[in-house]
């Protein structure tokens, strides 16, 4: 009884982890090959040798190498070791998109690749969901936008129709004073 609640706390460890290290880069969900190797209990080379060892099954859409300014920015998000020269790595990182980390499952052949292969494939989907309600709300609140768009031009036309009926107005004559005058 306790190793399943202790599989099933780890379950949740790992999906919260891997929520956090999933990434947007050219307008796709990836993960970095540093990450995963972690999660996988690999090293990271050794992650990276399995790949290139089988480059057939991971097209570009899968995998790709990160270059300069993605790099930079994604250094910019999280804790990243020193360029080159300053130890850590000597090239630029890839990633995976969620293809590619499926792909991963069938290269590296563990039981920790599956199971955590299986929590992955849940933080992704997650994290579609997630994008999809956000792309509802974004597009009522263009919805409402463009509603109050209408109305403020409706407004603005009744207040010069209201100006323009004031100035057509002939000018009023003083009224006479009623009562007694001293």
Request: proline residues 3%.
């Amino acid at each position: 009884m306790k190793s399943k609640e202790k599989t099933k706390k780890a379950g949740v460890l790992v999906t919260a982890t891997v929520e956090r290290q999933i990434f947007m880069v050219r307008g796709q969900a990836v993960m970095m090959d540093t990450h995963l190797a972690e999660l996988y209990e690999v090293e990271t080379r050794s992650l990276i040798q399995a790949v290139t060892r089988n480059a057939e099954r991971f097209p570009a859409d899968f995998m790709f190498q990160l270059n300069n300014n993605e790099h930079e920015s994604l250094r910019s998000q999280f804790v990243m070791s020193k360029k080159s020269g300053r130890g850590g790595r000597r090239t630029l990182p890839y990633v995976f998109t969620e293809q590619g980390v499926a792909m991963l499952s069938s290269v590296l052949r563990s039981d920790r690749a599956i199971k955590v292969n299986i929590e992955i494939m849940r933080a992704f989907i997650k994290m579609r969901d997630v994008l999809a309600g956000h792309k509802e709300l974004a597009r009522k609140v263009d919805e409402h936008e463009h509603r109050l768009n209408d109305q403020d031009e409706v407004i603005i036309s009744i207040v010069e129709e209201m100006r323009k009926q004031r100035t057509a107005l002939p000018p009023t004559k003083p009224k006479r004073k009623i009562g007694f005058s001293k």
